[in-house]
């Protein structure tokens, strides 16, 4: 069982030797305290055997309260409460009844407690059995508490795990359409060679895709070589007409991301700039650390978002949009995603995430 409180868990992992730890260590203490204030008020060291006995009578009868206890914790309230309150008053009554009786069998033989002293024996018993079974159920729905903590957030890690997965699958489908059907061109152009090339360096790019967690994170510098091995394959459709240029400065290029974050970037880059124009475009990706925060920036050449062409998806719906929803179940607010037009023409897009150098552990 995994704790969010440091300490929780090293000594409850083992329950069963925790609770033999406090049993143990609780009535060693109520018994020589009980010693102490008798021998403090001059009872003699006789006053220590009905002592003892009275310890050994409730470590016993906490004993059998707790085996009982550990299957009531589990059922309704009404059944836990309800018989928990008769056990506790039939304990209480058999351990102020052994106690009176060793104390005036061995400590007063003949004189047993009346008045307030027979009150205030059954009061102290009582008292000490309410607060063992307060701590009893206190930690036990503590613990049981933990657990469901621990479940809840691993069905949470789950669910955003699965989701991440989600999304990033939905890169591959669509980037292979694209790249089998130019695949497919080139053959029934016959231009064999070329569609051997694209087909090699496709299986490259899928092995690398295939092998990374899909809801795992690489560095800048890891996303940017991907990026080229992707453009590689692109360039083999546009040629000339695709330029790219990359700037990536130290140490952004440490910085994790999830993988896999910018080809749709690049991708909706080639579909909108470089595609409809004869001359093709320039996509250029940059990368650079600012007050503490990752600034990436994929720009191109292209028309804007005041030309009339929409930018916000990609054909099959995923492009922009399943950038956003990557960002927000990685970083949640804590991110930054714009969209813009360049003044000299061209779409940029600006994404801003924490700078970690170092693999996150969970997701955010």
Known sequence: MASFRPGARPFFDDKNRAFWILQSAGWTGYFLLRSLNGIANAMGLLFIVPTALATASGFSLTLLMAAIFRRLITMKPIVTWGVSIPILLIASAAFSTIEVWAHATFYRPGAMPAGLEFFGAIILDFSLLVAWSALYYGINFYLLLEQQLDRAAKLESLAATSQLAMLRYQLNPHFLF???????????LKQTDRANAMLSRLSSF????????????????????????????????????????FRVDPPADRAYLPSLLLQPLVENAIKYAVTPKEEGADISVEARLANGRVQIRVSDTGPGLNEGVPRTTSSTGVGLANIRDRLAQAYGADQRFDIQTNPEGGFTVLIEIPFRPELSKEPA
Do not use: C, H, W
């Not at 590689?232 to 007409?241: A, G, L």
């Open 206 to 245: 899928m092995r690398y895709t295939l092998v990374n967690d899909p809801a795992g994170e690489v560095t800048v510098a890891q996303e940017i070589e991907t990026l080229k091995l992707y453009l590689e394959i692109e360039k083999m459709r546009f040629e000339e007409r695709l330029r790219t240029s």
């Open 178 to 188: 694209n790249t089998l059907n130019s695949i497919s061109t080139l053959v029934l």
